[in-house]
């Protein structure tokens, strides 16, 4: 569960790093509400990341990307 007044973020890519806690997460993200589905390509690793309203990184996570298509 996201800390209240928080927000998700993500991207997707050959390659993704997690951010470390705190640095700011404003380039090359994009917003997500935790349930619309994200358009990806399948072997694609994606990040999501959890964010503050100063969009510093609180948590993230990492997976490989398996599209419905």
Partial sequence: TKGSGNSYKY???ASVT???YDE???SGYTAWD???EIT???GQKILVVE???ANKAK???TAT???KA
């Fill in 59 to 61: 948590a993230a996570g």
């Fill in 24 to 26: 700011v997460c404003s």
């Fill in 51 to 53: 964010v503050d309203s």
């Fill in 11 to 13: 991207k997707t890519g």
């Fill in 40 to 42: 990806a390509t399948t």
């Fill in 65 to 67: 990307v398996a599209s």
């Fill in 34 to 36: 935790g349930s619309a």
């Fill in 18 to 20: 997690a951010p470390k």
